[in-house]
């Protein structure tokens, strides 16, 4: 787990780092989303925020990196 400062950190940016590691803001909301109703449903936070909606704390925990994800590739090329 890390410090709340370091995970409010992760909020604020600007360009390409404001994403985080998964590269794309749409993958940042569909982990992010996962990851709210994990810990509304009793997880525990990887990140230490205290005070904050699991909202805000998901969007935090994947911007940190700190949440596992797995993408699947598919190829969207045209079928023969």
């Known amino acids: 787990m890390t ?7 992760v909020l604020v940016g600007e ?4 994403v985080g590691p998964l590269g ?3 993958h940042v909301v569909s ?5 709210v109703m994990q810990i509304r449903a009793g997880s525990r936070p990887r990140l230490l925020l205290s005070g904050h909606k ?3 704390q998901a969007v935090a925990e994947v911007r940190a990196g700190v949440v596992p994800y797995f993408s699947e590739v ?3 090329g045209p079928t023969p």
């Not at 982990?31 to 990851?35: F, G, K, M």
């Open 31 to 35: 982990v992010a989303c996962q990851r």
């Open 74 to 76: 598919v190829d969207g």
């Open 3 to 9: 410090g709340a400062s370091e995970g409010l950190e």
């Open 24 to 26: 794309s803001p749409f």
């Open 54 to 56: 699991p909202c805000v």
């Open 15 to 18: 360009g390409d780092s404001a």
